[in-house]
């Protein structure tokens, strides 16, 4: 019998990430406003007037773009052992950000904030921003070497991962 879940996360924004929002809207509405401005007087030269308005449109159309991009959720599948994250942006493009086994862990537990990290090792965050539920997951991989997952799985999710696990970490506190 295959062992499965799948969870979807939706990655909480900080208030860091509201203010550059904002100010991408404010500031590409402003140059966008701008060009359409400056091509509506040259309309005696109807070559610039439509090349500025060209430009408007497409600086529009990457304010626009760029703020939908700022929406991410992230996708975890754990099926028989391995453990797929997936970063899905805007509701429209998913990413692989990694796949890997269970049994590859080194070391896995709560994550807090004062945990250090080494030089070369690789930090995977795939995580909704809520520290009091995140979990981290060191394993070696073979396309980024030393590398630690910070995820936030759920109940379900983590019974899942913990049959999986190797003995000593399973055995270890969580």
Not at 102 to 113: E, P, S, V
């Amino acid at each position: 019998m295959d062992n499965f879940a799948e969870q979807l996360v939706k990655k909480n924004e900080t208030a860091s990430d509201r203010a550059r929002r904002v100010m991408v809207i404010v500031v590409g509405s402003l140059f966008t406003l701008a060009l359409a401005g400056l091509s509506i007087l040259q309309l005696s030269n109807p070559v610039m007037s439509l090349l500025g308005l060209v430009l408007a449109a497409t600086a529009g159309y990457g304010t626009y773009h760029y703020v939908q991009n700022t929406y991410v959720e992230y996708e975890y599948t754990f099926t028989n052992g391995d453990l797929d994250v997936d970063k899905i942006i805007a509701k429209k493009k998913r990413r692989e950000m990694l796949s890997t086994n269970i049994r590859q862990f080194t070391d896995f537990g709560k994550y807090n904030d004062g945990m250090e990290e080494s030089d070369d090792m690789t930090v995977i965050l795939a995580t909704d921003n809520i520290a009091s539920h995140e979990y981290y997951a060191d394993f070696n991989d073979e396309n980024v070497g030393s590398a630690r997952l910070i995820f936030a799985p759920d109940e379900r999710m983590l019974e899942n991962i913990k049959k999986a696990l190797p003995a000593k970490l399973r055995n270890k506190q969580l």
